[in-house]
């Protein structure tokens, strides 16, 4: 009997071993456990929010008022107590605080991370990673907490007539909150990184900062892509941080413009909490237009995905 032959009839019998048929029908149930749930969001966000359109609420046995869909997409104003659902202000608010954030993450999360991978010596990095993850830690309601009591009155006085609720400070505060996830994805993707090529470009006289910018830097944009993209989603996605530091007052603004920052606004995840703790009957069409600003989200953070995917495999380095 040959080697294979001997190898195969191992591998055959410890496959179908008692103790080996137990692990993998485990593993598997916790993979089926994983699709079932994420298909069951999915049913539950499209079968509720169906029911809040005019178009389909009568195809779900839904009397009574309900929204047009032009109307919640193109829809300038969101007022509950005058059934005005239209989605734009608070998508508005929702990219702003996206956008906000990443203009503070980004740049310190990718820093971080160059710092850990290429200068930080091993006793450092003991100290730095572990504190990072300490930051990572930290409940979403307590930087919304931070936002109001310290970067506010801190704003204030450089901005002087700063409401109390504004885009700025709860934009700051979920850049803070998603560093960690920045310089640790980014971190990963740079110390992955053959030596070799540092070796390279020290040896044609690099510095260590040309070596770091123009080498590594390069070599690992896949993996920094996929940071900046799962942080944003991230972003997108925050709740508690600007339901505290956001407002409550759903304004139309414009991401672009940085004045529309010095003004409060609603979010779409606060504008969902806000719903769920406000005087909403259950089953009315309020609470129904919960599941469309939630389907309409996680549509959002798919695209989000999708386009990580897509930039991961457009940039990845074999080695």
Known sequence: ????????????????????????????????LSIVTTVSIILMLTTEAAKFFSVTAPLMGIEGPTASVVDFFTGTEWVINNEQFGVLPLVSATLAVTIGSAVVA??????????????????????????LEVLAGVPTVVYGFF?????????????????????????????????????????DAMSAVPDSLRQAGYGM???????????????????????????????????MAVTVAAGSQANLLNPLNPT????????????????????????????????????????????????SDLVAQRYREEY
Do not use: H
């Open 260 to 307: 529309a920052y010095l003004e409060g606004a609603l979010p779409m995840t606060a504008a969902m909490v806000n719903l769920l703790t406000g005087d909403v009957t259950g089953g009315g069409v309020a609470y129904r237009s919960l599941f469309a600003i939630g389907l309409t989200l996680f549509v959002i953070t798919l695209i989000m995905n999708i386009i």
């Open 106 to 131: 980004i740049p310190l999360g990718v820093a971080t991370a160059i710092y850990l991978s290429e200068y930080a010596s091993s006793r450092a990095q003991r100290v730095l990673k572990p504190a």
């Open 147 to 187: 936002a109001v009591v310290y970067i506010t009155p801190a704003l204030k006085t450089v901005i002087p007539g700063l409401g109390t609720f504004n885009m700025l400070s709860a934009s700051i505060v979920v850049g803070i909150m998603i560093i960690p996830m920045v310089a640790s994805i980014s971190e």
């Open 205 to 239: 006289g690099a510095t260590k900062f040309d070596v770091s910018v123009g080498i590594v830097v390069p070599a690992s944009l896949s993996g920094i892509f996929s940071s900046f993209i799962l942080a944003l989603s991230r972003a997108i996605g925050e709740t």
């Open 1 to 32: 009997m040959s080697t294979d032959d001997i190898t195969r009839d191992l591998t055959r019998r410890t496959e179908n071993s008692p103790r080996e048929l137990l692990t993998r029908s485990f593993f598997f149930l916790c993979a089926v």
